[in-house]
């Protein structure tokens, strides 16, 4: 063998060697991240896996970066998706306390501060065994009822899904919400029923509120029950609900709810003009619901006798379905009749009633909740009086459900334990009533008449 051919044999063996040696880093490198992945929880997409470069894995890493940015990008416009699709649904508002879990959760976080969340966090670790915390790792490392809304896409990546659900759900506040993205799915109507049925059957306090396609995947949105609730508290109204941002500062100043009527109860009032500026707002308005009542008194009688505001800064508007009343107020300046036939049935079924000293036309199709709500949310101000009575604690209900109640500033409201129909009031009792108003938000007085 001539020193040539063995000069060239030793070339190609180290040749050989070299690139046998590349390929085994390589395979190294491709081995070792996965594994890092489950000892520490190492998101890849965060940007801390780039420390781990290895001679001559250049090439992958670059392309390893490139498929982790598109998809870090997807997962952003995932998230975004997610939230206008709540947030279209009131389900969801900025100030949430929110998590996210799982894969693309580093990416999640992102989207949601970029969408102006700010207390946001975010979970990922190998969705099925830490070597770390030597358990499923599905068993957050989050105190109970932490977190407003709760975001993850892994329920289909993980080896005991039932695990994911009830972590999610033991973290969630009462009355917070989860979203769970599953697929890809079919986009016929059944597909969404078999998506929802695995989480709907792992919930043990919350329930399946939404189901849509979202992106060729399913969202599956939940919300965790709320805890000893009262009969208002059970309405989600929307996230800008001004009466309720407005009040909520203030609520600790409202008078005490008293069991018995007090002496001169109308001085001991916390008018709410007593702590908000009202002189800059320019539409005030004031609706009273079931004026008969005031039929036989003077027009400034019937007004608050020590509210901060003169009623004529108002726009009056008294609400009956008398026309007695009607006939009485007509021609009285100031002052707007608003015919509601819908309140007789009050005094259909109140056993007192005298028909023919209270009558009533027939409804001719005026549409009373559209006249209530286009007359409150063009106003600045708002005060509304009623009394507990069967329409109109119904009316109040459907304020609630409508999130109409949001424009209403303050409520004084007459009631009794009994209806006219001798049926108890929502809540049980009135207590109860007002109890449930204010822990709603509503400033709400106890209204004893004069």
């Known amino acids: 063998m001539d020193f040539k051919t063995l000069k060239l044999m030793i070339f190609h063996g180290s040749l050989a060697r070299r690139v046998l040696l590349r390929a085994l880093m390589v395979t190294t490198a491709l081995s070792i991240v996965p594994l890092l992945q489950v000892i520490s929880g190492l998101d890849l997409e965060s940007g801390y896996a780039s420390s781990f470069i290895f001679p001559g894995t250049f090439a992958f890493s670059k392309a390893w970066g490139s498929f982790k940015m598109v998809q870090y990008g997807g997962n952003r416009n995932l998230t975004t998706s997610v939230v206008k699709e709540l947030m279209g649904k009131n389900m969801l508002n900025y100030s949430a306390k929110a998590l996210c879990v799982g894969e693309g ?3 999640a976080v992102m989207a949601l501060k970029d969408l102006g969340f700010f207390d946001v966090h975010g979970v990922y670790r190998h969705p099925f065994f830490s070597l770390k915390h030597k358990k499923f ?8 009822k932490s977190y407003d809304f709760v975001l993850s896409r892994d329920l289909d990546k ?10 999610i759900e033991r973290v969630l506040k009462p009355g917070g919400i989860g979203a769970i993205l599953i697929g890809p799915t079919g986009s016929d109507p059944t597909s969404l029923i078999r998506s929802a049925t695995p989480v709907s059957s792992l919930l043990k306090a919350s329930i399946v509120v939404y189901v849509d396609h979202l992106n060729e995947l399913t969202l599956v949105v939940f919300e ?6 009262t009969y208002f508290e059970q309405y989600r109204l929307p996230a800008d609900c001004p009466a309720m941002t407005n009040n909520k500062a203030i609520m600790n100043h409202i008078e005490p709810l008293m069991e018995v009527k007090p002496m001169e109860f109308e001085e001991n009032i916390a008018y709410l003009p007593e702590f908000v500026n009202v002189s800059s707002k320019q539409r005030l308005v004031y609706i009273d619901i079931g004026a008969s009542e005031h039929m036989n008194s003077n027009v400034s009688s019937w007004f608050f006798p020590s509210y901060p505001l003169d009623h004529k800064a108002f726009d009056v508007y008294f609400v009956d379905h008398n026309i007695s009343v009607m006939l009485s107020y007509i021609k009285r300046p100031g002052i707007n009749f608003v015919y509601y036939p819908g309140l007789a049935e009050n005094r259909a079924t109140s056993s007192s009633t005298n028909r023919d000293s209270d009558p009533f036309l027939e409804d001719e199709g005026f549409d009373f909740q559209l006249w209530f709500k286009d007359t409150v949310q ?8 009623m009394n507990a009575g069967d329409v109109e604690l119904q009316l109040l209900s459907d304020l609630f459900e409508s999130g ?44 004893w008449g004069v």
């Open 158 to 167: 993980v080896s005991v899904p039932a695990l994911l659900v009830l972590e």
């Open 224 to 229: 965790k029950k709320l805890e000893n609730v």
């Open 378 to 385: 063009y106003a600045d101000y708002v005060v509304l009086k």
């Open 137 to 144: 790792i599905y068993e957050l490392d989050y105190e109970d």
């Open 105 to 107: 959760s580093m990416s």
């Open 404 to 447: 109409i109640i949001c424009f209403i500033d303050e409520l004084f409201l007459h009631c009794s334990d009994r209806t006219e129909s001798g049926q108890a009031v929502k809540g049980g009792d009135c207590m109860s009533l007002f109890k449930s108003l204010r822990r709603a938000g509503v400033y709400v007085h106890q209204w």
